[in-house]
């Protein structure tokens, strides 16, 4: 199994690449490779059972696109024929359309989604987040945590991630949080999403990286943490906005 | 109409200020809440000291002030500070009202101001600091802070053009503020403990800022800080005014180099944040005109503030006060790296939960993955005890970090905390506590004195 991750130099805010950390604890067969920004991606010549790209910052998202920019066809490619992709905090942004900060507008992103990111300069949006994961047979609760300077706009209805029990989705005027576009998963929820959700990273494993049935890592003790940060976050005393 | 309004609240803060007294509150920054409620503008119109020092940055900014106050009290300087209040737009407004009479005349000719970097565009548009140190621009609250490249962009775009910087020429990302302002540099030579290749899991200063190829080290010291070039377009640290170098551990000395030579000074503590402290405070007071001789016997005759770090003997175990930041992983791996080198066996109490979180949401554990809990698993740390509201965090990351399970023991409340200790003989004991729990933290050291006291001396 190979995991490409999109340019841990600048994408590694958060502790976001504990996600990736807690896949290789998870599948110890798989590998991880490292693309830096200089660097032709895996993804350019072969398909990986997995893409990673985690938060950055704002003049990260610009170098990002710009590497990017000249694989936008592959990567759409890659979307359409069903790769994995995991992307979050402001990751996700680099595949919107384009990117405002006030009322100016920073740069083109990639374009492969009808998003537009909008944030302030200033100020910071943070928040709890509680969720499902629609897992087919069954629900999964989602946890997590968002701290952004902004938000995306679009339509997100039919291409939700997660649904939003409490906090924000895309937008404060908006639900559905992230996007799922075939198997391209991408969500405002930053830091180590799979770390702190094991049910989740439990059935992302076995249905998206096909794995067969694993037993994840330190998962009396990853559930412990979730079971109590779910409890935390749907008692109704628990604010949710910073 | 501004004016009347100033004097309403300047007059009304400086009650305030009496009633504190007479009821025996504390209150450090209640006069300037005050103050900034009935006059928003209030930082404009008080009487400020003509000449204000600035030290800003991430960490060590209190240890650098702390120093520099107590080496101008030493000198006999009347310099008036915000040691008792915050470093935010209410704390410093609560220290010029203090520095001012009802008339808000200014008593003061001169101030060193300890500014909290994420509010200056609430404070640069009404004072102009003559001088501005910045120790070190790294990661901190993943909600207030963002990220230190955003703290550095928010501290150029609203530098005052006039104020000297005084900037870590080993932190690339503090050194590149305010490329227009007149500016030195300190830091530390090459030392014997540095790296070429970061081992931290935060190096936020991994392209070059110019070209973006990969930087390289010639001297890391940890996580960003350190001497960087370029291999591609030959972009490197900036050359230091001042920099220390030939750390003497046992005799607590550390030289700092100038043009026009060096000279040997005191350190008060050997983890390499302080000798950066130590080098700070040695170059500010430089630029400020002292002789290094003045310096160096102004530094013989402090102490480093105690609430921070300090240690005590109780039979045959050491107690260590650890403060790290809560929600601070840049601050935690340091406490973390530097007591892991520390000599003998050790036990840990890691209870830096954000309290305040835990009472009004529950608290962004993000931090824990940005903070370096692998230096923990270490042969000599015998016993971690994980404690508090975020203790199951606590537990998992140190899996993650490789923990074995018997050497991690998990406490519910942290008072209960001592309980879990294995207390073998001259071990050390480190209670790791955050800003807000110092109060718990004690508590929690005389539980520890009574453990050790009813289980006997081994």
Known sequence: MKIEVLFPEICNLYGDLFNVNYLKDCLPEAEVINTSLSDEPLFAKENPDLIYMG???????????????????????????????????????????????????VCDGLGLFDFVAKRQAKKRYNSLYLGDFDAGKENIKIVGFKSLFGFAYGDNDNCTLFNTQRGDGLNPECKGEGIKFNNFFGTYIIG???????????????????????????EEAAMDAYNLRVKEFSDPGTGFYY | MNKIRFFIALWAAKMSIIALRITKHNGTNFPGVVALKICPNFLKYVSKPAKIIGVTGTNGKTTVCNLAIDMF?????????????SNIDSGISTSFINGVSIFNKCKYEEALIEIDERSVPVLFPYFTPEILLINNLTRDSIMRNGHPEFIGRLLTEEMPKATKLLLNGDDLIASNIAPDNKR??????????????????????RICPKCNSILKYDAL??????????????????????????????????KVSEEDGEYTYRLLNDSVFNIYNVVAVVSLFRELGYSKERIAELLSQIEIVKSRFSQQEVGNYTIVRQMSKDKNALGASRAFDYVSGRPGDKELILMMNCLGDTQHWSENVCWLYDADF??????????????????KDYYLRLKLAGVADDRISFVEKELDAPKALKLEKNESIYVFYGTDSIVLANNVIKNIEKEIAERGEK
């Open chain 2, 73 to 85: 009290k030493a000198d006999g300087r009347k310099v008036l500070d915000n040691s008792m209040g």
């Open chain 2, 184 to 205: 030195a540099y300190f830091g530390i030579k090459k030392m014997d403990t540095d790296v070429e290749e970061c081992i931290n899991l935060i190096n936020d200063m």
């Open chain 1, 192 to 218: 180590p999403l799979l770390v702190l959700n094991p049910t989740f990273t439990k059935w992302y494993i076995e249905n998206k990286l096909n794995a067969g049935d694993v037993k994840i890592a330190f």
């Open chain 2, 221 to 254: 010291r940890y996580h960003h800080i350190g001497k960087a070039y370029c291999p591609s377009c030959g972009f490197k640290s900036p050359k230091c005014k001042y920099e220390g170098y030939d750390v003497d551990t046992k005799s607590m000395t550390v």
């Open chain 1, 55 to 105: 938060t950055t910052t704002e003049s990260g998202q610009v170098l990002a696109i710009e590497a990017l920019s000249e694989y936008k066809e592959r990567l759409k490619e890659c979307i359409d024929s069903g790769v994995n992709f995991l992307v979050t905090g402001n990751g996700m942004e680099i595949f919107f359309k384009e990117i405002i900060e006030g009322e100016k507008k």
């Open chain 2, 374 to 391: 692998e230096f923990l698993n270490k042969e000599n740390i015998k016993n971690i005890v994980v404690t508090g509201p975020r203790a």
